[in-house]
Nanobody, 125 residues
Framework: QVHLVESGGGSVQAGGSLRLSCAASGYPYSDYCMVWFRQAPGKEREGVAAVNNKRIKRYADTVQGRFTNSRDNVKRTLYLQMESLKPEDTAMYYC???????????????????WGQGTQVTVSS
């Protein structure tokens, strides 16, 4: 059974940093690309970052240069280091398993099939 548990969210002021973590279990973790997506109140889900097991990454334009996505296959953990946070980054953040590593292609839609319960990130101005 796929199980994803996010942690590390919180409230910070604009310009601050947070590091999110996601512990994965129940499937061969290193075989899958992983995704972070977020959802703000009243808005659609937005793919934020993706990574494969060879550390190839993709970022949304809105976070490029500020967020860093990484994974530890031994610990089965996904990370999202967020720097220079902005109020518009306020959202619930979810880690997810991608059902296709085409997610790494900027020309492809973001995709995922399982996700966790989310962790809230709030950035105040």
């Amino acid at each position: 059974q796929v199980h994803l548990v996010e942690s590390g969210g919180g409230s910070v002021q604009a310009g601050g940093s947070l590091r999110l973590s996601c512990a994965a279990s129940g499937y061969p973790y290193s075989d899958y690309c992983m995704v972070w997506f977020r959802q703000a109140p009243g808005k659609e889900r937005e793919g934020v970052a993706a990574v494969n097991n060879k550390r190839i990454k993709r970022y949304a334009d809105t976070v490029q240069g500020r967020f860093t996505n990484s994974r530890d296959n031994v610990k089965r953990t996904l990370y999202l280091q967020m720097e220079s946070l902005k109020p518009e980054d306020t959202a619930m953040y979810y880690c997810a398993r991608a059902w296709s590593c085409a997610v790494l292609l900027r020309t492809s839609n973001w995709n995922w099939d399982y996700w966790g319960q989310g962790t809230q990130v709030t950035v105040s101005s």
